[in-house]
C-alpha cells in the first residue's frame, strides 16, 4: 500500500520547478503546477486528496498528514469524507451559536432588495430593536424556544402578532441549518 516514505528531500521540494508529480512514497505526492505552484496531494483508490500549498505546508508536515490519511484508511474511513464530515460540523456548530441579533441583520441584509419601501426597512429595525432584541437580542438562535418567545410576548400583547410574524419566522428558519437567503 505504502513502499518506501521519504523519497523526497526538502531541497528537491525547494528546487522542484517542472510540472509533474512527484512521489514522496505513502501515498504522498508533491504537485508542481508550476515554477511558483507547488502542492501536496494524498493519492488513494483513484482519488486525489490535497493537503496543502508546499509554500505553507513543510515536507515533514506533510508526511505527517499523509500518515494521519493512511491511519484513517487502514479503519475503513474514506480521509475526503472525514473532511467534510468535520466541516459541515463545524458549519452547524457555528450555525448554533449565532444571536439571535446577528440572524435578524442577516435577515434584513438578505431581504432588503424586495422590499418595496424603505419604511419597511425602518419598520423591522425599529420594531426588533425596541420590542425584541431587549429580551431575546442576545441569545443564541438555538436557546431560544417557546418559552422565551411566550416571555416576550407576554411584555408586550400589541406586540404579539408582529413579534411572534417576524421573530419566529427567524427562529424557524435559523433552525434549518444552511438557508441560503440570510438567517
Not at 514522496?24 to 508533491?30: P, R
Not at 473532511?83 to 432588503?112: G, M, N, P, S, W
Not at 422565551?148 to 428558519?173: C, T
Request: proline share 2%; with cysteine.
Amino acid at each position: 500500500m505504502t513502499g518506501h516514505v521519504g523519497k523526497l528531500t526538502a531541497l528537491q521540494v525547494a528546487r522542484a520547478k517542472r510540472p509533474g508529480l512527484y512521489n514522496d512514497g505513502g501515498n504522498l505526492y508533491l504537485q508542481v503546477e508550476s515554477a511558483t505552484a507547488r502542492s501536496w496531494i494524498f493519492r488513494y483508490g483513484g482519488r486525489y486528496m490535497g493537503l496543502g500549498s508546499a509554500h505553507a505546508v513543510s515536507l515533514q508536515e506533510a508526511r505527517e498528514l499523509a500518515h494521519e490519511m493512511r491511519r484513517l484508511r487502514l479503519q475503513g474511513i474514506d480521509p475526503i469524507e472525514a473532511k467534510r464530515t468535520k466541516q459541515t460540523q463545524r458549519r452547524l456548530e457555528a450555525a448554533k451559536a449565532i444571536t439571535f441579533k446577528q440572524c435578524v441583520a442577516d435577515y434584513i441584509d438578505a431581504h432588503r432588495a424586495g422590499w418595496k419601501h424603505a419604511k419597511h426597512l425602518e419598520q423591522w429595525r425599529n420594531s426588533m430593536a425596541q420590542h425584541v432584541m431587549p429580551v431575546i437580542g442576545d441569545l443564541t438562535v438555538q436557546a431560544i424556544d417557546t418559552t422565551a418567545m411566550h416571555r416576550r410576548s407576554r411584555r408586550s400583547r400589541d406586540f404579539e402578532h408582529r413579534f411572534r410574524g417576524r421573530a419566529a419566522s427567524r427562529i424557524q428558519a435559523r433552525h434549518q441549518v444552511g438557508q441560503p437567503d440570510g438567517c
